[in-house]
C-alpha cells in the first residue's frame, strides 16, 4: 500500500473541498481557489474534516496514480491556506532584476533587456538581487521560477547567472598558465 497514497489530507477551518463527477476536485480558501481534474481511477471521498483516497486494486498505474493523487489534493490545500513561493538569486556584475508593474524586467549582460510578465495568479517580488516568486498554485510557481532561472543558468567558473536561493553550485577550476 502506498504510505503516502493511505495518510488521510487534514482539511483546515476555512477551506472548503469538493469533489465533483469524474473526479473535480475544487478547493477554496483564504488565498483563492484551485480545481483540478484527477485520475477517474482513484476514489476521493471527503469524511469529515478529512479527503480520503483509495485505489480500485494493485494494478501497476494505480499504485503509482495513488500517491500522487493525494499529493495533488495535498498541495492545493497548502496552496490556498498557506501559497508557495520560491526564491531566486541574481549573482554577477551589472546583472539587475527591477519591478515595474505585472513586469520583471532583467538586465544579465545579453544586448538587451529581458521583459518577463507575471502569470495569472503568480506575483513576483524584487528586493535587492531576489526575486520572490509567489502564488496558490506549486506548479505554475515552479514552472515561472524555472523560466526565470532558464534566461541566464548559473555558470560553473563564476558563479554568474541566476539561481535558486538553496542551491550550490558546483565550481569549476578555470585555465591554469602555462610556463
Known amino acids: 500500500m502506498s504510505r503516502i497514497g493511505r495518510m488521510p489530507i487534514a482539511v483546515p477551518a476555512g477551506v472548503t473541498v469538493e469533489i465533483a463527477e469524474n473526479n473535480k476536485v475544487t478547493v477554496k480558501g483564504p488565498k483563492g481557489t484551485l480545481e483540478r481534474v484527477l485520475p ?15 485505489r480500485p486494486n ?20 497548502i496552496g490556498v491556506t498557506n501559497g508557495f513561493e520560491k526564491k531566486l538569486e541574481v549573482n554577477g556584475v551589472g546583472y539587475r532584476a527591477a519591478k515595474q508593474g505585472k513586469n520583471l524586467n532583467l538586465s544579465l549582460g545579453y544586448s538587451h533587456p529581458v521583459v518577463m510578465v507575471d502569470p495569472d495568479g503568480i506575483e513576483t517580488v524584487v528586493e535587492g538581487n531576489i526575486i520572490t516568486v509567489k502564488g496558490v498554485d506549486k506548479e505554475k510557481v515552479g514552472q515561472f521560477a524555472a523560466e526565470i532561472r532558464d534566461k541566464r543558468r548559473p555558470e560553473p567558473y563564476k558563479g554568474k ?12 577550476v578555470g585555465k591554469t598558465g602555462k610556463k
Open 58 to 77: 494493485d494494478l501497476k498505474r494505480n499504485k503509482s496514480l495513488h500517491g500522487l493523487t493525494r499529493t495533488l489534493i495535498n498541495n492545493m490545500v
Open 161 to 172: 547567472g541566476i539561481k535558486y536561493v538553496d542551491e550550490t553550485i558546483r565550481r569549476k
Open 40 to 54: 477517474s481511477e482513484m476514489e476521493i471521498k471527503l469524511e469529515g474534516a478529512e479527503v480520503v483516497v483509495n
